[in-house]
């Protein structure tokens, strides 16, 4: 089945240095959509970033990803951390439109100090 | 109104005993979906509704049962709690939509213990 692999369990980063994380996937759909979703504290799930489209930037407050079908990734990326952004950040996979079923990596909590 | 609420936000359960665990919608979604979140796991989707349709997957299907009185609401039913059904509850709802994929809304969760 679709797995997602989110490596880092934890990243910890001082205010204004720039945020990597990571993701990877493995599906044998051709065209899946890959998600970031972030949840702050005491907060619900929420979606940040879609894509569909092989090696097209997607943006959104200030966060970007790129879908690399190529390398099955789909990184997120931000140029400064701001302490706002410290929350528990989720990849997700969905083969298909429609029922958008989606399958989640465990997560990585990003922790932003100033 | 993008609020999806649950009820109970925390539930003690006793092992053997049954629990029903509750989601409602004011976004007039065609889809909801109950997911399972253990520490250091992937939040795990274990059934969905569309319409009036339940889609249980194939790893959970005996252990958990669901129900959709009206479009608004979901519950998610375990008929006799085990101590492996400790876990956050996730619901979400969104609309199907078969040309793009469109957000799912997901509510603050329900963090059930069995003793």
């Known amino acids: 089945g679709d797995s997602v692999t989110q490596t880092e369990g934890l990243v910890t980063l001082t205010e204004g240095l720039p945020v990597m994380l990571n993701c990877t996937y493995q599906?044998?759909?051709?065209?899946?959509?890959l998600f970031w979703y972030v949840q702050h504290l005491n907060e619900s799930p929420r979606l940040l970033l879609k894509?569909?489209?092989?090696?097209k930037r997607t943006e959104h407050q200030g966060f970007h990803a790129t879908l690399h079908k190529s390398s099955s990734s789909f990184h997120l990326q931000k140029s400064s951390a701001q302490l706002s952004d410290s929350a528990l950040y989720y990849c997700?996979?969905?083969?298909?439109?429609?029922?958008?079923?989606?399958?989640f990596g465990k997560g990585t909590v990003l922790l932003v100090s100033p | 109104d993008t609020t999806v609420k649950q009820n109970p936000r925390y539930k003690l359960a006793r092992v053997g005993k049954p629990v029903n665990l509750i989601c409602s919608q004011t976004?007039?979604?065609?889809?909801m979906y109950w997911y399972q979140k253990k520490p250091n796991q992937a939040p795990k989707l274990l059934l969905f509704?569309?319409?009036?349709?339940?889609?249980r997957e194939a790893d959970t299907f005996e252990k958990f049962q669901s129900s959709r009185p009206n479009n608004s609401f979901c519950s998610l039913y375990i008929g006799s709690a085990g101590l492996e059904y400790s876990a956050m509850y996730l619901c979400?709802?969104?609309?199907?939509?078969?040309?793009?994929?469109?957000?799912?809304?997901f509510g603050p969760g329900t963090r059930l213990t069995v003793l």
């Open positions: 599906t044998i759909y051709s065209n899946p959509f």
């Open positions: 976004m007039n979604h065609d889809t």
């Open positions: 979400a709802s969104s609309r199907a939509d078969w040309g793009d994929y469109a957000e799912q809304f």
């Open positions: 509704y569309y319409d009036k349709i339940l889609n």
């Open positions: 997700a996979l969905s083969e298909s439109s429609g029922y958008n079923k989606l399958t």
């Open positions: 894509s569909f489209t092989d090696n």
